[in-house]
């Protein structure tokens, strides 16, 4: 088949069931398309790294006898995190790196997520229309041809180092690290031995199965493990990381879930001690309490669309030294590259906490308290889910409500806000509301209801 299946063509990577809408000639495919787009683009370079699925090296395999068939030449990091292999990207000079990974999602699924360098035209994550191009390419059968090389880098060790040059200050602490079976127990093991104090690791063998709990770091059931062993160990705090270690997530000594947006508030609190002023960014989802800490921090709040691609994007825009997401997705840009690194992430928050003389509770507390929902995931058809966001919006905006289209609507009331977007990724509607009262909140979910009622989808409060 020399096309792909149109489900695989996702706005920040390409991704699908292994064997059912993914095959090996689609990774084939790829790697003939890519490699042509970084021809094409004066590049002569990649990278490629793979997670620890168990089709994984299958698709790496493919990928790279695609690769070689345009001449391009490729160094392969083998088994890695993503941010790995985007940390290859910048340490071998590279022109793009190519990583074959299904994140957090479940194990039939596996994916590849792109990029190019700065230095080629379009350069940066490969995401919405150039992900569409290389499948155009891939229709078109429009490769170049060329004799390529390959060859194997080590680059474990400098990796780990890294992460540690920032690590500094850094006092001895007690911290249960929770790998989830993903690749992130590629580089935790080596980089604990870098670090004082007590370090106790979960679930480092890399097992695409996912034996013990999902790699989900946002789902508060897959931390019950990491929740358990905080308490067992007396430690100060417990970190996560999903599948492919470029998302972080956190409990405190007493296992309370630090979440997302309230961790990149207090890496606001470290990054503008540095940059005064400078622009911090979060997507839609985060609350209100993180954008109104930046300002009272000097600092200029930035709401912008979900995603890690367009956050990305977004950050080269504006020339931002941080950003963050709810998932878990953190970026810094002050003293390191500006991707997502969750790995390069936990080691912040040990540096942070160390110099802050208060825990990762204390920094919790200190947080404004408020009431919200989880990230609801509501099931709407894919030809559906953009429509009924334009709908809620012209209702909306007919009766005069105070709404942010930033990434669907976000909705300012007297009692908080709501949130209502559609999913990139998957058939869903996402919706989040936040107040300061339990009444508020019912409100708000109300409000919620009544606007997806009003455009045919069901959902109980």
């Not at 064997?19 to 003939?32: I, P, V, W």
């Not at 540096?351 to 308290?369: A, I, V």
């Not at 990230?375 to 009924?388: C, G, N, Q, S």
């Amino acid at each position: 088949m020399g096309f792909f299946d149109p489900t695989i063509i996702r706005e920040y990577d390409i991704r699908g069931t292994v064997g059912q809408t993914l095959r090996e000639n689609d990774a084939l495919l790829l790697g003939k398309a890519f490699g042509t787009k970084i021809l094409r683009a004066q590049g002569t370079s990649v990278v490629v790294g793979y997670d620890g699925r168990s089709h994984s090296p299958m698709l790496e395999a493919a990928l790279i006898e695609g690769l070689l068939s345009t001449g391009v030449r490729i160094e392969r990091v083998g088994l890695c995190p993503t941010p790995m292999l985007y940390f290859a990207v910048e340490r071998q000079n590279a022109d793009a790196g190519i990583m074959i990974t299904g994140s957090h999602n479940p194990p039939d699924q596996n994916g590849f997520k792109m990029l190019l360098s700065k230095r080629l035209p379009g350069g940066g994550p490969v995401y919405g229309a150039a992900i569409k191009d290389l499948a155009a390419t891939v229709a078109a059968k429009d490769f170049v041809s060329g004799q390529g090389c390959v060859s194997d880098i080590a680059l474990l060790g400098l990796y780990t180092d890294r992460l540690c040059n920032d690590a500094a200050g850094i006092k001895p602490m007690n911290v249960v690290w929770d790998c989830g079976n993903g690749v992130g127990g590629v580089v935790v093991p080596e980089l604990v031995k870098k670090l004082p104090g007590k370090h106790t690791v979960l679930f480092a063998d890399v097992d695409g199965a996912f034996p013990n709990h999902h790699p989900d770091p946002t789902e508060p059931e897959n931390l019950a493990a990491l929740k358990k062993a905080v308490a067992q160990t007396g430690a100060d705090l417990g970190i996560a990381f999903d599948g492919d270690a470029d998302r972080i997530g956190a409990v405190d000594a007493q296992g309370r879930v630090v979440a997302g947006d309230q961790l990149l508030a207090l890496y606001a609190y470290d990054v503008l001690k540095n940059h005064p002023g400078a622009t911090i960014i979060a997507d839609v989802k985060a609350s209100q309490v993180l954008f109104d800490t930046v300002a009272a921090l000097g600092g200029t709040p930035l709401m912008a669309k979900t995603g890690h691609s367009l956050i990305k994007a977004k950050m080269a825009e504006t020339g931002a030294p941080l950003a963050g997401e709810m998932s878990g997705h953190m970026f810094f840009a002050d003293t390191y590259y500006g991707f997502d690194d969750a790995l390069y992430a936990a080691v912040r928050l040990l540096r942070f906490l160390s110099t802050s003389g208060k825990s990762l509770g204390e920094w919790r507390d200190s947080l404004p308290q408020t009431l919200n929902t989880p990230e609801l995931r509501i099931e709407a058809d894919e030809t559906r889910k953009f429509a009924v966001i334009d709908e809620v919006k012209d209702r909306l905006k007919t009766i005069g409500a105070d709404v942010n289209e930033t990434d669907g609507v976000r909705v300012q009331t007297a009692d908080g806000w709501w949130l209502l977007r559609a999913s990139n990724t998957q058939a869903v509607l996402v919706a989040r509301a936040e107040s300061k009262s339990e009444e508020g909140l019912a409100r708000l979910k109300r409000s919620l209801a009544d606007q997806l009622r009003a455009s045919g989808v069901s959902w109980t409060i």
